[in-house]
């Protein structure tokens, strides 16, 4: 269906309605601002096209056709030409982390082995001999044009006498010989569970330390986190467009739960929340219920406590690990010199997982849980049916998150209990590693949101910024295309339309935190948030979508970004 010039009866109609009185007459009743000659894609239930909105304090008050809207204007009413420009619901964003890698050498931009090697270099001559040198985590391999890790002999090349660790994304280190010396990691070191320890062919060690056994290496505490560092992060994620984000345990890798969290009650209070932010505390240790328990009151948190600004949202769990660590039924290609017979980490046992997840259930707590492989998933799902057995999560929108593969076997069980799938854009980055990984059949159909959808599962789009970068237009864009970075089209069967991609990033976060009825859309009564964009996202060419950069961010009624190049009147 063709929406590009439909304004629906409906909308008129609510406008005319919400004009009758002659409120323009009333300046108490008139809003304060109206921005109209545009096109206005709600996302409302039928995905009408508007051509105005208008606004007062912190909500959308009238939507529909210029003449109309425009009528409702009073002598204080600010009115702004789009001239032609396309206006979204504020974009969300399911599970982000942060908006950057953190500090180290920064690695987010380099594109050949080369360049990572070279900026790692130039930290290196600048330190001291022995000096830690470490990266940030904004990185992949698959950005590299070899489509490669570095192995431990590339660093040491550069590093022979500086312990190095690259921190790639949330579950890798890769490490050189004099990290391994410094903290006595070699061929003999016990794997720890939950973790595994790369080695070559031959047996040598390739330098990968993965999810636990990350824990071999002790990196110094990060920079403690400061309020002036979230304000600056919220402003680069509010010039991207997004005006809302949901945080999944940590808003930097490696830091307290719950400390950021009280950070953003500080700047809930003091007026400088610039995104609406639903934050899920976070459990580390599943060795106990009971510890479980003493570490949840020692946060003195309530589930869903908060309001449109500041929410906490529940609690994040995990039970396996990311691209090299996913749980598969099925055993990997042949990564870590395993003989064919590695098939992921099962981070958490499933004993443990279970009775963690049913005493969270026990105290009212909603759970979202990592899992990245199909064998992860069974355990999951097995997990919050045990749940639903003690007392029914239906309706609770528990959600999985990532569910990077998919099993037919999989959709009428998340169906049944009528769970949420956190969905982000990791192929478009990785692709190329997972074939590695997992070979060209599953790695094509990583993250099935098609399949998901055709299911009738709810899908929440996100980012896992910073293992991937936080531009929703990025993940978008892949979602309807499955184009990754650097090797072409994945799975083209899972492409979905712009319309659902539009409803992924915006009512369907909504549905996933209960706001739907908040914002989401832009429909009357509901929170003023949105998007100038300079370009219909809806019909321009699709490679376009990629490199779609907002002129305007408004969050609340109030304008968080504007494009300085661009001038709104």
């Not at 942060?98 to 180290?104: C, D, E, L, S, Y």
């Not at 070279?118 to 830690?132: C, F, I, N, Q």
Request: glycine share 10%.
């Amino acid at each position: 269906m063709r929406f590009a010039k439909r304004i629906t009866a409906s909308i008129l109609a609510a406008v005319l309605a919400a004009c009758s009185g002659a409120p323009g007459l009333n300046g108490a009743e008139a809003p304060d601002v109206v921005l109209y000659n545009g096109k206005i894609v709600t996302v409302d239930s039928a995905f009408s096209i508007a051509q105005a909105v208008a606004i007062r304090g912190d909500r959308f008050v009238a939507v529909g056709a210029n003449d109309a809207v425009r009528r409702t204007a009073g002598p204080a009413t600010k009115a702004i030409d789009l001239r032609g420009r396309t206006v979204i619901p504020g974009l969300m964003d399911g599970h982000l982390h942060n908006a950057g890698g953190g500090p180290g050498v920064d690695l987010a931009g380099v594109r050949s082995m080369a360049e990572l090697l070279g900026a790692v270099e130039a930290r290196v001559k600048a330190s001291k001999p022995g000096d830690l040198v470490v990266s940030n985590s904004d990185w992949h391999e698959a950005q590299l044009r070899e489509k490669r890790l570095p192995h431990r002999r590339d660093l040491d090349r550069i590093a022979p006498d500086n312990p190095v660790v690259l921190v790639r994304g949330g579950h890798e280190f890769i490490v050189n010989s004099a990290a391994m010396q410094r903290w006595s990691v070699s061929r003999t070191t016990p794997v720890p569970p939950g973790g595994e320890i790369g080695h070559d062919a031959d047996g040598e060690l390739n330098g990968e330390l993965v999810d636990t056994a990350r824990g071999l290496v002790k990196l110094p505490p990060p920079p403690k986190l400061t309020e002036e560092q979230i304000v600056a992060q919220m402003k680069l994620l509010n010039a991207a467009g997004l005006t809302g984000i949901r945080i999944p345990g940590q808003f930097q890798f490696g830091g307290s739960a719950i400390e950021p969290y009280r950070m953003f009650q500080q700047l809930r209070a003091q007026g400088k929340l610039t995104l609406r932010v639903n934050y899920l505390m976070r459990i580390f240790d599943y060795s106990s219920v009971e510890k479980m328990r003493e570490t949840i009151a020692s946060w003195n948190v309530k589930p869903d406590e908060g309001d449109e600004w500041l929410r906490i949202g529940g609690m994040k769990t995990l039970v396996d690990g990311g691209f090299e660590g996913g749980h598969m039924r099925t055993a990997y290609e042949e990564p870590f010199g395993k003989g064919g017979k590695f098939k992921g980490i099962q981070v958490v046992p499933l004993d443990d997982y279970v009775a963690v997840v049913r005493e969270l259930n026990r105290l009212g707590w909603r759970v979202a849980t990592h899992a990245v492989g199909d064998a992860a998933i069974d355990q999951v799902l097995d997990a919050y049916a045990a749940a639903d057995r003690d007392r029914s999560i239906r309706g609770r929108r528990w959600s999985i998150e990532h569910f990077f593969i998919g099993r037919p076997d999989h959709y009428p069980r998340v169906k049944a209990l009528e769970l949420v799938i956190s969905a982000q854009d990791h192929l478009y980055r990785a692709g190329p590693s997972l074939i590695e990984y997992w070979g060209r059949e599953r790695a094509e159909q990583v993250t099935p949101v098609r399949s998901f959808l055709d299911q009738g599962i709810l899908v929440a789009g996100g980012t896992d910024s910073p293992v991937i970068p936080y531009n929703p237009f990025w993940a978008m864009y892949h979602f309807i295309s499955r184009e990754t970075i650097s090797d072409g089209v994945y799975g083209a069967n899972q492409r979905i339309t712009r319309e659902e991609a539009l409803r992924v990033f915006t009512i369907n976060n909504a549905r996933l935190t209960f706001e739907e009825n908040l914002k989401g859309s832009i429909e009357r009564g509901k929170l003023a948030d949105l998007v100038i964009l300079p370009a219909d996202i809806l019909s321009i060419p699709e490679k376009q979508i990629e490199s779609l950069k907002p002129v305007a961010t408004m969050v609340g009624g109030r304008f968080v970004y504007s494009d300085p190049a661009v001038r709104l009147e």
